[in-house]
């Protein structure tokens, strides 16, 4: 079996990208031998670890519930439900008090009607917050991917969400605004300097980034000076940067 195989022969994995099974392990096999026996366990191991981190560190206990709340929702709208999945996703469930807020603000420099969202996660289920847009996602795990989908056409809202790893798309629909919600430091773990070439790639004339301000569910409080490199890539660009609860957001004009 192959090292691809070994890692996709659990069923966690099963459902990821293989273009982003494949970038981490090339990448974690840097340090080691790969024909040599025992360190090809390692890279298993390291790859796997990796991958979680990337993608399936957010899911909270009840994640298996949100198919039960997507069948109760009655209307696109429905606050209350779509708080309850947005609170299975660490990610989501971190900023659902804030929605308001956030888009408020965005919406203050732009009205935007379309979006697309890089390493979406569950995040469409704040368009009751958002506003009725045409919503375009990327996501690499295709279980999520799916239950955004069945919530767009469930409802006949305009848009979709691809299955796929970001760093191998080399053209991207044009939208109003394009949201990168925590999501740049892993792209960067995975091929330093991504993001400046990603932003060569988005045609949207709005940006918004955002960085966790603590370490996943409620950690450590992480500093911001660490993104020192992201503030020097947008440069004399930023319309807004503000904090709401442990996320940092950049608003980009670019
Ligand atoms: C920290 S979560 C952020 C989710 C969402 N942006 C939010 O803030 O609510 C990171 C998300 O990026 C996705 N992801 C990680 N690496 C990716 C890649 N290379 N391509 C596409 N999606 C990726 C994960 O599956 C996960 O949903």
Redesign the pocket.
Known sequence: MSLLEQIKDKKEFRK??E??IS?VLVKVSEKYDVTDKKDQKKIVKETRARLRD?????RMRNFSKKEKYLEEMKDWEDKEICKKI?QV????R??AEYYDDVYMKIRKYVDFKSVL???????VF?MPWMGRVDYYG????QE?VDFCNSYLEKFGLRGAIRW?????FDNHLKSEVC?????LE??ES?ERGFTEKLFEKISSPYIVA?F?TRS?GGGKSISEKRLKWFEKIVEGKVLEKFKLAD?VYFIVKR
């Open positions: 990821l990208s273009d982003l970038r990337l993608y399936s560190a957010f947005l996703h660490l990610s989501t971190e900023r969202d890089l390493g979406c996660g569950l995040n704040s990327i996501d690499v795990n999520d796929g790893d970001v760093l191998s949201f990168m919600f925590k999501v892993g792209f995975l955002s966790a996943l996320e």
